[in-house]
Nanobody
């Protein structure tokens, strides 16, 4: 059974950092493009970041560009989202998702269809 599990969420003060991890079981993540998404209460789900299958392309939402970095750890079969300079508006449940589709633009990568989703991890930024 193909499964994604996010970890690393928690409570952090504004300006702090967190690293989220997306781990896979049942398949190898480096054969999949990975998207990170988030959903805050009462808001639509938002695409945050994307890394292509070959790692040649990464995309970020304007709201996180320069603060978030996505990367792979193939040895651990994980994709990580390093988040720094966190703001209260970053508070949300964060999800990772995987697909074999190829997205050629930031818009399509952050809004497109993904085949496998994790259960999410809560990130709360508050003093």
């Amino acid at each position: 059974q193909l499964q994604l599990v996010e970890s690393g969420g928690g409570l952090v003060q504004p300006g702090g950092s967190l690293r989220l991890s997306c781990a896979a079981s049942g398949f190898t993540l480096n054969y999949y493009a990975i998207g990170w998404f988030r959903q805050a209460p009462g808001k639509e789900r938002e695409g945050v970041s994307y890394i292509s299958i070959s790692d040649s392309r990464t995309y970020y939402a304007d709201s996180v560009k320069g603060r978030f970095t996505v990367s792979r750890d193939n040895a651990k079969n994980t994709v990580n989202l390093q988040m720094s300079s966190l703001k209260p508006e970053d508070t949300a449940v964060y999800y990772c998702a995987a697909t074999r589709r190829i997205f050629w633009s930031r818009t399509s990568a952050l809004t497109g269809t993904y085949d496998y989703w994790g259960q999410g991890t809560q990130v709360t930024v508050s003093s």
